[in-house]
């Protein structure tokens, strides 16, 4: 069990105590029923246990690397199905429970009680299963004008695609839906391909050879990409400085090698259209609340010659702290914060509890002349579902405010 021992046993005793507590309230709440109803309902919580039973083995007896994509994605599902299964079997078995106490005197359970707990049991179930096997593949391609005031007309109608957070284990044995995203940025026909970072969750064996796909990507100009901070080996445990080191520079490879030109806390100059155009980009470590972004210096910009401005921060909330009145910077991209991967889209609403943390959680946001763009992410971290919150690709076209 490594250095999770102690959340795993917790997590054994939880998954011991709610079987047990599961078990009594189906047998009390059925057994009374029909007894082909209740069988079946038995064998439906037995087939759902074996699944918990079988992920929480594979994840506790893993001898492999942290990092290798199938861990990633088994503690994944772990977390998936502690979503699934044990968050309504505490709903169930609290309420029913709540139930009996409400009747200690005449005996028995209140059986409406234990069935409020049963259809809210279903529906926790039903949303976390349709935002795992849909929801976090439903791509949506987002398509925002960015009206950049005194935008030289050379630069008229530049379209820009942006990625981020591909956390590539995400498509772990779903290569074949980052082959059809690749084949969507490219139908899109951009001028610049951009990634702001986090390619990874953990470690440099999370792209399982999706370098060769995300190569296929074609742009006009060219494609450029900032590490995020879980691309500086963060969250790899019990990993020595030396370790992270030699993560980072396999992970700044694999990046090269999947097509991009890496801005590592740099600054270039593109010709677009006889325009010239400054791209920078820099790196974000750390985790929060404890994030560290790289400090905008004169290396990182300085090109007073440059027509527009373009800046790669990952992290969003660098935008006010380090490039808003600090810098001549005209748009920044940033991403990191996956929409919390839950909230609520619609033409009228946009919610999520990101905004608590990042009030430039997704979308376009300007200050006076200068805008922020922030992408909520191709990919999955923590748990394999998005509810209500679509992994996006951006379609940023430029033109005059």
Wanted: hydrophobic share 45%.
């Amino acid at each position: 069990m490594g250095n999770h021992e102690p959340a795993m046993i917790i997590l054994l005793i939880i998954l011991v105590t709610l079987e047990l507590l599961t078990f009594l309230t189906l047998t009390e709440h059925y057994s009374k029923d029909r007894k082909l109803k209740y069988y079946i309902i038995l064998l439906i919580n037995l087939l759902c246990s074996l699944w918990v039973w079988i992920v929480f083995i594979k994840v506790t007896t893993f001898k492999g690397e942290f990092d290798a994509p199938q861990n990633v994605v088994s503690k994944m599902n772990l977390t998936m199905l502690v979503c699934a299964m044990l968050i309504p079997r505490f709903i169930l078995t609290l309420l029913h429970f709540t139930g009996k106490l409400l009747r200690i005197r005449k005996g028995g359970h209140s059986k409406p009680i234990t069935q409020a707990g049963i259809l809210l049991g279903i529906i926790v179930f039903a949303i976390v299963g349709a935002s795992t096997l849909f929801g976090r593949f439903n791509f949506r391609t987002e398509e925002v004008r960015v009206k950049i005031v005194g935008l030289d007309p050379r630069l008229e109608g530049v379209k820009i695609v942006q990625l981020s957070d591909m956390h590539l284990a995400s498509f772990y044995r779903h290569k074949r839906r980052l082959e059809k995203v690749i084949g969507k940025v490219n139908n899109l026909k951009p001028d610049l391909i951009i990634n702001t970072g986090d390619f990874v969750s953990y470690g440099w064996r999370e792209f399982d050879r999706c370098d060769t796909i995300l190569a296929k990507s074609e742009s006009r100009i060219g494609n450029l990409a900032i590490m995020g901070n879980h691309d500086m080996g963060t969250y790899l445990p019990e990993a020595s400085d030396t370790d992270r080191i030699a993560n980072v520079i396999r992970i700044k490879e694999l990046v090269v090698s999947s097509g991009y030109r890496l801005l590592d806390n740099e600054n270039i100059v593109l010709d677009i259209n006889g325009a010239k155009v400054e791209f920078a980009g820099v790196e974000t470590a750390g985790r929060f609340p404890n994030m560290i972004h790289t400090e905008i210096d004169n290396s990182i910009t300085g090109s007073d010659s440059a027509d527009l401005s373009i800046i790669l921060i990952h992290d969003p909330n660098q935008w006010k702290t380090d490039v808003v009145d600090k810098t001549d910077f005209d748009l920044a991209l940033a991403g990191h914060t996956h929409g919390m991967q839950i909230g609520i889209l619609t033409r009228k609403i946009r919610w999520s509890p990101a905004k608590y943390i990042y009030p430039e959680w997704n979308g376009l946001f300007t200050d006076g002349d200068q805008y922020l763009y922030v992408n909520r992410g191709l990919g999955v971290l923590g748990v394999p579902f998005r509810i209500w919150m679509p992994p996006e690709i951006t379609l940023l076209t430029l033109t005059a405010g």
